[in-house]
């Protein structure tokens, strides 16, 4: 057997090379966890400063075990987050923010105009999962009323659009279709793609926002319409499924989930409190 100084055995040679792969692999892992975060909080931050610049917000009561979720059902390894806002009268806005297991991380931004405007919905999801980007943009319209906002055809997103050529597009379900404008896209990409997203992200708000803030009331019979047609929309997507709402699935339980989504999320319900 080799005995001279500089013989290292091949047991010693293997767990070196295991020690310098970890430790390799945590350092990717924290890097990857860097960027989702800092992805994240751009577009929370970016997405707050566009509300503010339009409208005074106020954050709305909602029952305070909604306000955090981290269930024992879930081995407190799931977050959910979500705040409410109103806008000036003209919106009522969710953000809800998910961690799980310490890998996914999703932010949404749903913005619902109050029932005297004639406006889709505008819901902003971006997932991160290590380095995989899931964004969806849905412009939701359950209304003729809605999808005939001219201003919210793909013409006037154009420029966002072009800077989403990069996602692999998932078309919506059967159901979601009458319910989407032709402008919603939905689709995956990597964090190479992390600015351009970002900037689609921020021109489709901007746009809505200006709309949003010169819209005109609409008639009492039409708001009822407006707000019948969202009733059945949410029905749907608790029913049918969505890809966000059946995320919080299992933090909110499967017994309080329709009571979360239609009287939280979008506002549907005249008492939160009884939600609790």
């Known amino acids: 057997m080799d005995t001279s100084p500089t013989h290292v055995p091949s047991k ?8 310098i792969a970890a430790a390799g692999l945590g350092t990717g892992i924290a890097w990857v966890l860097a960027v989702q975060r800092h992805t994240l909080r751009q577009f929370e931050l970016g997405a707050r400063a566009r509300l503010t610049a339009h409208f005074t917000l ?43 297991l ?36 849905e412009l939701i319209a359950p209304t003729a009323a809605q999808r005939a906002v001219a201003e919210l055809d793909a013409a006037h997103l154009r420029p966002w659009l072009g800077r989403l050529a990069a996602l692999r597009r998932r078309s919506p379900t059967a159901w979601e279709r009458p319910f989407l404008l032709d402008s919603s896209v939905i689709g995956a990409t990597d964090w190479r793609q992390d600015q351009r997203l970002l900037s689609a992200l921020d021109g489709y708000l901007c746009v ?36 966000a709402v059946e995320s919080f699935k299992p933090v909110v ?11 939280v999320m979008f506002g549907l319900t005249g008492d939160a409190a009884a939600l609790a």
């Not at 310490?102 to 971006?126: E, F, K, M, N, Q």
């Open 253 to 263: 339980g499967a017994a309080r989930h329709h009571a979360f989504v239609e009287g």
């Open 208 to 243: 809505y926002l200006a709309l949003l803030a010169r819209a005109q009331s609409v008639s009492r019979v039409e708001a009822h319409a407006l707000r019948e047609g969202l009733a059945t929309y949410v029905e749907r997507l608790v029913t049918l499924g969505g890809p």
């Open 12 to 19: 010693a040679k293997r767990c070196l090379a295991l020690g």
């Open 58 to 100: 106020h954050e709305e009561a909602i029952p305070e075990c909604f306000r955090t979720l981290r269930p024992w059902r879930t081995l407190k390894l799931i977050q959910v987050t979500t705040r409410v806002y109103d806008a000036d009268g003209r919106a009522r806005i969710t953000t809800l923010n998910l961690r799980a």
């Open 102 to 137: 310490g890998l996914l991380r999703v932010a949404t931004l749903l913005i619902r105009p109050a029932d005297a405007y004639a406006l889709p919905l505008l819901s902003l999801d971006l997932a991160c999962a290590g380095p995989v980007r899931l964004v969806a943009i």
